[in-house]
């Protein structure tokens, strides 16, 4: 059973030096999942899934150069997730995980990240498959995919091993609420 560290979300975070972080939002993504409960869970069971990415006008100039590559990764703020739990069962498994060992959304910082295959650039808009984010989520950042940069040789996947499950069958249900 997933222990509650912070329902509410507002205590436990701590000032860095240089005070609170703050991060703004740059864009919105657009997809066909308005609720969380069969959702993809990742963009390996989103295949073929199309959305757009909407990112505002005064950040347009920072797409040039982007479209050269077949891939990119969202940064996004999960901005349905309500409070925090330390310990969470995620849904490719049935027991209780420490919640840095998970992509649970319910994390002290709400942000998520996803890889999906860019398909355009077009007046601000980026046309995305394969993507498992609900719509009006607030994007935070985008950064392109480069294997050599984020496919390291002999990677290990801790207790997903065990499951047998695959995240291409898994969709979302109600547990993250």
């Known amino acids: ?3 509650s560290a912070n329902p509410s979300g507002s205590a436990g975070c701590r000032e860095t030096m240089t005070g609170k972080i703050a991060f703004c939002q740059i864009g919105i993504i657009h997809t066909p999942f308005s609720n969380p409960e069969g959702t993809p869970i990742q ?3 989103a295949f073929g899934v199309k959305g757009t990415v909407e990112v505002f006008e005064e950040y347009r100039a920072g797409l040039e150069d982007l479209e ?3 891939h990119i990764i969202l940064v996004y703020h999960f901005h349905r997730s309500r409070g925090f739990d330390l310990r969470v069962i995620p849904f490719m498994d049935t027991e ?4 840095f060992a998970t ?3 319910k994390r002290p910082n709400p942000i998520g990240l996803s890889v999906v295959q860019l398909v355009k650039v077009e007046e601000g808009i980026l046309h995305v498959e394969n993507v498992d984010i609900l719509d009006y989520t607030p994007l935070l950042d985008i950064k ?4 050599e940069f984020d496919s390291p040789d002999g990677v290990r996947i801790g207790w997903l091993k065990q499951t047998g499950q695959s995240s291409r069958d898994t969709k979302a249900d109600d547990r993250f609420r």
């Open 68 to 70: 050269g590559f077949s």
């Open 1 to 3: 059973m997933p222990t």
């Open 144 to 147: 392109p995919y480069v294997p």
């Open 43 to 45: 963009p390996t069971g």
């Open 103 to 105: 992509r649970a959304p």
């Open 96 to 99: 209780p995980r420490g919640v």
